[in-house]
């Protein structure tokens, strides 16, 4: 983990609210594990409020670049989609564990869900996984049909289904319904998304290998202040920290 001034290569908006940022910056040699994430200083001042935690979307060590992508959805957001190509920004990573690769072997199929701004680091899995010789299968959860990205990198990968919550494009509904609906089979199951959905899957997979990423709400990103903390099952004293012991779970190890 360091701190590092990166580079702003690319940051447009992809999808209504949702802006892919591309990072240069000798950081990115550091970078390995798809689901780990950055907290990345969005404001001018030395308040590390001002951090906000984003997933790694691309690891590209070749040209030394990483992408990010993330939701306008408040003043933090706001404030760092104002940041132009070319300005520098603070960036302090890579956190937390990722998804374990190790969990699925070449000839075997993964499941990959996710929903909305959950996506984002199943696109690196994505790619970690094909490489290794494992077919990837991604459903991924979007509200509208505006808010939907990288459709095209995905199928570029495996097969891909998506549903809207207002059917405004693929199944409406739910990436549940997906699942039920196509009777998918797989080995491995990795989701990132909102809480509801996770916990969907868990009660849909009880007997599954199933690894989960957790959207939580985090201040230092590093262990140090207790802001995402969440429970663990039958012990009413015992807690993990999602910046630091997650934010990828074992189904069952925390509590949803
Ligand atoms: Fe501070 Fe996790 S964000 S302990």
Known sequence: ???????????????????????GGTLVQEMNEAGQFVHVK???????????????????????????IYRKEGAGTALLSEKKKGE??????????????????????????????????????????VKKGVTVTSILGFQTQDV????????SLGEIYIATADGSYGTKGFVTDVIGGRGLSFDVLYACGPKPMLKALEQKFPDKEV??????????????????????????????????????????????
């Open 1 to 23: 983990m360091k701190v590092e001034k990166m580079t702003i290569v690319y940051h447009e908006p992809i999808a209504r609210n949702i802006y892919q940022l591309i990072l």
């Open 42 to 68: 969005v404001g001018e001042r030395t308040d590390p409020l001002l951090r906000r935690p984003l997933s790694l979307c691309d690891i590209n060590k070749e040209a030394s670049e990483c992408t990010i």
């Open 88 to 129: 520098v920004i603070d960036v302090l990573g890579p956190l937390g564990n990722g998804f374990p690769l190790e969990a699925v072997q070449a000839g075997q199929r993964a499941l990959l869900v996710g929903g909305g701004i959950g996506v984002p680091p199943l696109y690196e899995l994505a790619k970690q996984l």
């Open 148 to 155: 939907i990205f990288y459709e095209r990198e995905f199928a």
């Open 211 to 256: 690894y989960l990423s957790l959207e939580e709400r985090m201040g230092c990103g590093i262990g140090a202040c207790f802001a995402c903390v969440c429970r663990v099952p039958n012990n009413e004293t015992a807690y993990k920290k999602v910046c630091s012991d997650g934010p990828v779970f074992k189904v069952g190890e925390v509590v949803l």
